[in-house]
């Protein structure tokens, strides 16, 4: 894929993340990142940010991040940890490239708000079935 509409293309199909607000703002070698705007429908009861849409969009970067160039890598194990409340308005989910193998691979992701305020850290060790 040479471009970032092309990329945005191919993972349009990542329905559950595009669905849910999920876009793809910038990828390249080893590295994505993705953001959502927040909504009522990424609320919780108390109305906070459900845990799980932090892990949706830290799930979705990594993806990005390993599968752009050529797909066929998948997630083994993930650790997400809660850190902080969002102040702003949207999410913004960077991955960090730690080390690819053979057939394995790991990435840190940093799950913040627009404002810099860090909103989870997840890791995801990931394996490469090309």
Same mark, same amino acid.
């Given at each position: ?9 191919? !993972? ?6 595009? *669905?849910? +607000?999920? %876009?793809?703002?910038?990828? #390249?070698?080893? =590295?994505?990142? /993705? ?26 970067? !990594? ?6 160039? *050529?797909? +066929?890598? %998948?997630?083994?194990?993930? #650790?997400?940890? =809660?850190?902080? /409340? ?38 995801? %060790? ?5």
């Amino acid at each position: 894929m040479a471009d970032i509409e092309q990329v945005r293309e191919f !993972f349009r199909n990542d329905r559950f993340a595009t *669905e849910n +607000g999920a %876009v793809i703002d910038a990828v #390249d070698e080893h =590295f994505a990142r /993705v953001s959502l705007t927040i909504d009522s429908r990424h609320k919780n009861a108390v109305g906070g940010v459900m845990g799980g849409v932090y892990f949706m969009l830290a799930d979705f970067a !990594f993806a990005v991040a390993t599968n752009w160039k *050529e797909p +066929g890598t %998948v997630s083994l194990t993930s #650790d997400i940890s =809660f850190i902080g /409340v969002p102040k702003g308005e949207r999410l913004i989910a960077e991955t960090e490239f730690i080390k690819e193998g053979r057939s394995t691979c790991c990435y840190n992701v940093r799950v913040t708000d627009e404002l810099g305020n860090i909103a989870a850290a997840v890791k995801i %060790v990931g394996f490469i079935k090309r």
